[in-house]
């Protein structure tokens, strides 16, 4: 059995009226999620707060002590509606200043398309002071990390690339590791199953995802551990018990 | 201009380990919010939470006292890992009862199935005492509702279903009216000009939404309000200035 390490946590706050409108379906929750489990950090709680300053400091606030890392994404772009820059200086009671990196990199960007650099494509260039980049391969204006909190653009892709850029570099533990086990059964007949294979194998917990594809109702067992042998073993465990319960496996895609 | 109204709040918890480890990707939050949208009850904040006893506590009870309305979504099936029921009577320090209704309709439903009623199908007859049912015409465990709590299924179509039920039962405002003037330019462009037009509208927000389509930058400029003239009117003005600026306008879809 591994040894136990110490568990790495994170939060991120998802940052825009867009999201809580309904106008887009937040792409960057499940994103970041699974990036941070390939880091060996656990995600444990998510906030979406409006494009307001008061929400934005107070979810900063609330969240930043109490993880290793913070993550938000939006609300860094040019225009008046993004004040995540300003929202997270005041979080943390400092001023906003010109990254003088981050003018060179936006200068550079920017030099060669319509218009040039402008004074709303600088404002991209503010952070709050003590911050440092986050390269942003794909489009400029890089991401800013301020103390334990790492601010990502809101555009999926965006971020993408920003956490790519990040990979490795921040401390983490053992990713958790998950196997699969789907099953032709309603969840609802293996409960009991369920929870007795769970309660045999400590450090080891079983979700259950209910789906109904094609007419047949089935379920996907996932057994999630740091210890990887642990949860090989509990996921086959899991398997003889269900198909001796009459269920019939099928290979999870 | 319409008569100032009283504005109907809302907040969601979304609970689930499988939204934070980025197994599933969350599809609830986008159909809550333009639900509540169309209710004229206006979203403030999500959060997501695991599937933990103090989390969902935690959050029900900083969420309820705030807002009109709370919703969740999540963790009401019949399995070991489904601990919303428990958690929200914890929150609301009552005991879990039998609702004979929620029992009534289960029985029913598993009448003619494989099985019949079992004990693990039963806990979903489960509530905290004192609440009522919401129905469910899609899948037989119903919804519940306590005090201002609305709890519902995390599976996306039985959500939506159980919103349905509720539609036009709920107390709400005038639902928020927005109107997308698409440009064909970099945000950044036009930074100055939005502001302005802001500025000149009060009692509207214009969001600036960028997006890469095909070879070419471009972006959503989002008119939203309260009141439907106003919204248009704003709209008419910024298209006029963006065509005035040179910009290209094309039509949303």
Not at 97 to 118: F, K, M, N, Q, S
Not at 214 to 220: F, L, P, S, T
Not at 224 to 230: M, N, V
Request: aromatic residues 6%.
């Amino acid at each position: 059995m591994a040894a136990k390490s110490r568990i790495w946590t994170a939060a991120l706050i998802v940052i825009g009226d867009e999201i809580l409108s309904g106008r887009t379906e937040d792409r960057n929750i499940a994103q970041v999620a699974r990036w941070l489990n390939d880091q060996g950090i656990r995600l444990l709680e998510v906030r979406v707060v409006a494009d307001d300053t008061n929400a934005i400091v107070e979810a900063v606030n609330a969240l930043r002590p109490d993880h290793d890392y913070l993550f938000t994404t939006g609300g860094i772009g040019p225009t008046h509606d993004d004040i995540t820059i300003d929202s997270i200086a005041s979080a943390f009671g400092v001023p906003v200043v010109v990254h003088p990196e981050a003018r060179r990199i936006l200068e550079a960007y920017y030099r060669d398309r319509p218009l040039g650099i402008t004074e709303a494509r600088l404002r991209m260039a503010r952070v709050p002071a003590g911050a440092e980049l986050i390269p942003n391969p794909t489009s400029g204006a890089p991401g800013v990390r301020m103390g334990n909190v790492y601010i990502l653009a809101g555009i999926p892709n965006v971020a993408k690339a920003m956490l790519k850029a990040l990979d490795g570099k921040i401390e983490g533990g053992e990713p958790m590791v998950s196997v699969t086990v789907r099953a032709h059964a309603a969840e609802s007949d293996v409960a009991e199953l369920l929870k007795a294979v769970q309660d045999e194998h400590p450090g080891v917990s079983i979700g259950s995802y209910p789906f109904y594809l094609q007419g047949n109702y089935g379920a996907d067992f996932v057994v999630r551990s740091e210890d990887e042998k642990l949860a090989n073993a509990c996921a086959k465990v899991l398997r003889k018990k269900l198909m001796a319960a009459g269920v019939e496996i099928v290979e999870a895609e």
